[in-house]
């Protein structure tokens, strides 16, 4: 099964990663057509960056009426509540997947709206790429390249190479085109999983990040004295709370508890200043650190 069963597009949210989708869109497939939905202001700049074919902001029936793939790019609060809409006006024949960073909130409404009685099927997406920049102005049509791609499905699909339904086939053709790597997994394994290597790491640069802002002094220190090592870790500190409001609410108890056991190991860290027992955490962060570069 090819990608040819998708040949109209429709992006609902074009900033960062619907723009970036569009663009890849435009770079690694041929002949899609790509429309965009979104507010009037932000819909026109994709549109200026030609991002997108056609522009559509206000009612969402006009934009959906041909989309053979129908990609929700929006905050997860917003997902949510525009579901049961997009349920309501998708094709028949379309493949509606969203892009958001917790899955089981979605999972839970899609399978009420999308009952697999032969209408429009849902599949839940989420990009493992990202910036701490947000909007249009800093979509990229490669931001997907090399990254992994989550799509979630039932158990029994996970480690199929194919998967059954061809809408599902040839999307995940077209995002083997855009260069990501597509990793099936359920919705709770989603979730446990990004809460500890992606949502706590953003909590942790954020309490480090107001932590020292809260001690700068008259003359910027100690910020002053800060080498490019500081920047590096603190990237993900300029993230907007907009962009991560909806990711903490929907996955609290898996943060909470990865917050926890974070502390702890604080503590035993602390314990241990006085002692050469560190070297064992730095030999566990060093082949961590190993593993990530190999990725």
């Not at 709206?113 to 701490?132: K, N, Q, S, T, V």
Request: net charge negative; charged share 20%.
């Amino acid at each position: 099964m090819t990608a040819h069963l998708i040949n109209r597009v429709t992006i609902l949210g074009t900033g960062l990663i619907g723009g970036s989708f569009a663009l890849a869109l435009r770079k690694h497939t041929a002949g899609m057509h790509v429309s965009g939905w979104d507010r009037a202001e932000i819909i026109s700049e994709a549109h200026a960056r030609k991002a997108i074919d056609a522009p559509f902001y206000g009612e969402l029936g006009l934009a959906l009426q041909h989309a053979d793939l129908i990609y929700l790019a929006l905050p997860i609060s917003v997902t949510l509540d525009l579901l049961p809409e997009v349920a309501r006006l998708a094709p028949a024949h379309a493949l509606v997947t969203d892009a958001c960073s917790t899955k089981q909130r979605i999972a839970q409404a899609a399978a009420e709206l999308f009952p697999g009685d032969g209408g429009p099927m849902f599949l839940g997406g989420h990009p493992m790429a990202g910036r701490e920049l947000s909007g249009i102005a800093h979509a990229d049509a490669d931001l997907f390249r090399n990254t992994t791609y989550a799509l979630i499905g039932e158990a029994k699909h996970k480690m199929e190479n194919a998967p059954r339904d061809p809408r599902v086939a040839a999307f995940v053709k077209i995002l083997e085109k855009i260069g990501a790597r597509p990793l099936w997994l359920g919705a709770q394994q989603h979730d446990y999983a990004v809460g500890l290597a992606s949502h706590l790491p953003q909590l942790t640069a954020v309490a480090l990040a107001s932590f020292l802002y809260d001690r700068l002094d008259e003359n910027g220190l100690p910020i002053t004295l800060a080498g490019p090592g500081l920047r590096d870790s603190l990237r993900l500190a300029g993230s907007p709370y907009h962009t991560w409001r909806d990711i903490v609410l929907t996955n609290r108890e898996v943060l909470s508890a990865a917050l926890d056991l974070f502390a702890r190991r604080l503590d035993d860290l602390r314990d241990r200043l006085g002692s050469r027992d560190l070297e064992a955490d730095f030999d566990a962060a060093n082949e961590l650190y190993k593993l990530l570069r190999s990725l």
